[in-house]
């Protein structure tokens, strides 16, 4: 019987401000999956945490967008919310944007990435959690991993990956979907990728074989909220081995701090930090952004693990770079490149300020 994997997240209160997440919050969402298990509607689940966002991490034989597992999901956030506000904690129930859930959890507010998968004989899997990043920061990790042969060798040596993979993009604002395919339509799919605010990779999937080898969240809380409201602060889940990269060749992919959307207000560029969980509370000018990369082996749903594949010395020089970048980005202060294009920032006093001086503008 096939199997989901759901990682499903939101942000509802940070301690302090919006750099973590409370430990009475943790403790309510830990509590509330596991009865979800006990009473046979999970298989597994764990809850983890990077920054002020809530991940819970379930595996289950429903299927994808399961309306029990959805809710059990929205109901977990909508309780965790009430401990927050009891602690006045930040920006309490910030993510969740409707006031009752109504069979999915998509276009809610929080972000999901499901996966259905077929478990093999021994089946990793790696849950990345971002932190002050926005959806589409998987794009340029998705497109090292699964197709470009510098970063994975597999594309080149190994006869499982040399069809290569195809990717499911999304049109965020147009709400439309197309599959590109690699090596041979890899120029197209990066015309696209490239702009990760606008497209955003939700799947990508083995030519060889169909099956689905990685996923993200790719919800977007302003164009839901059409307001700021905080950041997207993705998900993303990749198999990896056989078929697919292997665990060292889908973390090869963040040994570069890119830049991504997120850094303060969610209206500056900023590198994307792989730390260990220990490190994933961003309190420089609230970034720099973070990702953390939680290993599992699935045993018959069973999640095993997680392993904390950042705690590692060979992504010092990426936490370096980002902490470099973040200097020199800083001194930036309210110029682009650091700060967001207009027309991308989250929030802007531009239309206030533009209005308040109208009467002043003449002809050059
Ligand atoms: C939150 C974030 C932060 C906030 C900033 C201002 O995810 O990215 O940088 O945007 O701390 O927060 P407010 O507007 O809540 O005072
Ligand atoms: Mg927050
Ligand atoms: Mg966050």
Known sequence: MPQTLSVIKADIGGYIGHTAMHPDVFDLGREAVARAV?????????????????????????????????????????????????????????????????????GAGPGSAELELEERQSEPVIVFMGDKCSAGAFNLPFYKMFADPFNTAGLVISEALHQGFAFEVHDVKEHQKIMITTPDELYD??????????YAVKRVVSRATGAVGAVSSTDKLSLIAGRYVG???????????????????????????????GFMRGSHYG????????????????????????????????????????????????RAEANHISDYLRKHGPFEPHRLPLDEMEYTTMPAVAAKLTSRWSEI
Request: glycine share 8%; aromatic share 8%; proline share 6%.
């Open 271 to 318: 590198p994307w930090m792989p730390v260990a969980q220990r490190d994933a509370h961003p309190a420089r000018f609230d970034g720099p952004p973070r990702v953390v990369a939680l290993g599992f082996q699935i045993a018959k749903g069973k999640l095993v693990g997680p392993r904390d594949m950042f705690d590692d010395l060979s992504f010092d020089n990426a």
């Open 189 to 198: 799919l990066l015309v696209f990728i490239g702009s990760p605010a606008r």
């Open 231 to 261: 950041k997207d602060d993705p998900a993303a889940v990749v198999r990896c081995q056989g078929d697919f990269p292997a665990v060292g060749e889908v973390l090869e992919a963040f040994t570069t701090a890119w830049s991504v959307e």
């Open 38 to 106: 006990q009473s046979g509607l999970l298989i597994d689940a764990q809850v983890s945490s990077c920054g002020d966002d809530l991940f819970l991490i379930m595996s289950h034989d429903r299927g994808e967008n399961d309306e029990r597992v959805h809710k059990l999901a929205w109901d977990t956030f909508v309780d965790g919310t009430e401990v927050a506000k009891k602690l006045h904690l930040y920006g309490a129930g910030q993510d969740l944007l409707v006031d009752a859930f109504s069979g999915n959890i998509r």
